[in-house]
């Protein structure tokens, strides 16, 4: 019944990993950054023009791209018989992530950086709380009949884990930073 639409997370994955290596390459050929220095988050590249307004559309597109593909989920699982409470709850953390992403695009780090700090926060926490969701939803799901191979729940909960803690190992947050983790658990 889904037809095309199951290539719209594909579509979305290689938009994204081609758009950001365009703005690094392009930082890198205008010298917008120094790899001297280390390597440059995203954000930072996307800062300066010209690259900032390819920046902007790549995360804007991408933006809404995820919103689609929220909301696509969100009337497969109804069609599936998914709680409604539940599958909304999803549905809204995964366009709250999308919202964000399309605040990081448009409020560059260098021009308005309390504004792309709040829309990382939209993107990555709510993001991450969606991907949570969707697996906790297939687990839920187990004795409805659904379409997937059974490793696909397994696949869901490593990526999941994998997510949270590079989210936590990239946080600038000390007590969640890889480094507090580890002096922590010595």
């Avoid at 695009?105 to 709510?126: C, D, M, R, S, Y």
């Amino acid at each position: 019944m889904w037809g095309y639409l199951t290539l719209l997370p594909i579509f979305l994955a290689l938009w994204a990993i081609a758009g950001v290596w365009i703005v690094f390459g392009i930082a890198v050929a205008n010298r917008t950054v120094n790899l001297s220095q280390g390597f440059p988050y995203i954000s930072i590249c996307g800062s300066y023009p010209p690259q900032s307004c390819i920046f902007s559309q790549v995360l804007n597109m991408g933006a809404a791209l995820a919103a689609w593909i929220c909301i696509v989920r969100y009337h497969q699982l109804r069609d599936w018989g998914v709680g409604t409470c539940f599958n909304q709850l999803t549905l809204w953390s995964g366009l709250i992530c999308a919202l964000g992403t399309s605040i990081v695009g448009n409020f560059q780090e260098k021009n308005q950086k309390p504004t792309h700090l709040v829309g990382a926060f939209l993107a990555f926490i709510p993001g991450n709380i969606y991907f949570w969701l969707q697996f906790l939803q297939s687990w839920r799901m187990s004795s409805l009949r659904q379409p997937g191979e059974p490793w696909i729940r397994p696949l869901r909960l490593g990526l999941c884990g994998l997510c949270t803690l590079l989210i936590m190992a990239t946080s600038d947050c000390p007590a969640l930073s890889a480094a507090a983790l580890g002096r922590r658990c010595l």
